[in-house]
C-alpha cells in the first residue's frame, strides 16, 4: 500500500533518530509529531503559538510518559533562541491547527525563517520534513513561497525532494523532504 505523505515523513525522520538525536516539532498542533519525535529522540523542542497546541501536547505526552520535549509557547521563527544543540530532525506541519481556529495560520515570512535556521543547525545527514496543506486561505501563497525556498538551495548542500498525490482532489496536502549533504 502507498504511505500517506505524514507516515512518510514520519519514517523519513525515523531513520536519522536516536537517542542521541536532538530534534525539532516546528508546529507542535496536537502533539502527534512531537510524541513520535520524543519517543526516538534525546531531546525535542516543540513550537506553537496556541496554547490549546501546548495543552494537548503536554496531554499527549502525559499519556504516554514521555519527558524529554521541551513544549515552547512561540513562534518557531525564534528557533534559533531555543535550540542550541545541533539538530538531526525536523518537522513542520503547515497550515492551521484542527479543530481550533481556522484564522491562525501558519505564514510565509515566518515558516522561511524558520526553516533557514533549522538548516544552518542541521548536522550533515539530518532531515527535515515540511507537511504543507494548503487548502485555505493563505495557503497557497506559503506553498509557493516554501517550494521556492527549497528549489533554490544549493544542490552541493542539500537534497530536496517532493511527496504528492497526483489524483486527488480538494488541495491534499504533500510533503518536502530535506536532507544536509555537506
Do not use: C, W
Not at 113 to 138: N, Q, W
Amino acid at each position: 500500500m502507498i504511505k500517506r505523505p505524514i507516515q512518510l515523513s514520519h519514517d523519513f525522520l525515523a531513520e536519522v533518530l536516536d537517542k542521541e538525536a536532538v530534534a525539532v516539532d516546528a508546529t507542535m498542533g496536537n502533539g502527534n509529531d512531537t510524541a513520535f519525535l520524543a519517543q526516538l529522540a534525546r531531546k525535542v523542542y516543540a513550537f506553537d503559538v496556541q496554547e490549546q497546541a501546548l495543552t494537548k501536547t503536554q496531554e499527549r505526552l502525559s499519556n504516554l510518559g514521555l519527558k524529554n520535549a521541551e513544549l515552547l509557547l512561540v513562534g518557531h521563527e525564534k528557533v534559533d533562541q531555543y535550540v542550541q544543540e545541533p539538530i538531526r530532525a525536523a518537522i513542520f506541519n503547515l497550515g492551521y491547527l484542527p479543530s481550533a481556529d481556522k484564522t491562525v495560520i501558519t505564514k510565509p515570512d515566518t515558516t522561511l525563517s524558520a526553516l533557514e535556521k533549522i538548516l544552518e543547525r542541521l548536522e550533515v545527514g539530518g532531515r527535515v520534513a515540511v507537511m504543507i496543506y494548503y487548502g485555505h486561505a493563505g495557503g497557497d501563497m506559503e506553498k509557493d513561497a516554501v517550494l521556492a525556498f527549497v528549489k533554490a538551495l544549493d544542490q552541493t548542500r542539500f537534497t530536496g525532494m517532493l511527496y504528492q498525490p497526483l489524483n486527488q482532489v480538494n488541495t491534499p496536502p504533500f510533503l518536502v523532504m530535506l536532507e544536509k549533504l555537506k
